[in-house]
């Protein structure tokens, strides 16, 4: 995959931040736009990901469902009762 110039407006600090800290970790500013870019993606889709997640587990058992829990908690009981 090829590479995309593009040109980005920042505030003057936040670029002298950018440009210190890709001087102290020898990259380029590209290149730590790229991480921090890929930082932030990353962070994003892993928030999606939660949330879809999170609503999965909002939605109430049916009672099929719940029967199998009992069972499944019945069973456990059974397997781990002496053990401790």
Not at 25 to 30: G, V
Not at 43 to 57: D, G, R
Not at 62 to 77: G, V
């Amino acid at each position: 995959m090829g590479n995309v110039k593009t040109a980005i407006s920042i505030q003057e600090s936040l670029f002298e931040q950018a440009d210190a800290l890709a001087h102290e970790l020898e990259i380029s500013r590209s290149r730590l736009f790229v991480i921090a870019l890929e930082a932030f993606i990353q962070e994003y889709q892993n928030q999606q990901l939660l949330e879809k997640i999170n609503a999965a587990y909002e939605e109430e058992a049916d009672a099929a469902e719940e029967s199998r829990l009992r069972s499944m908690r019945r069973l456990h009981r059974r397997l781990v009762e002496g053990e401790w």
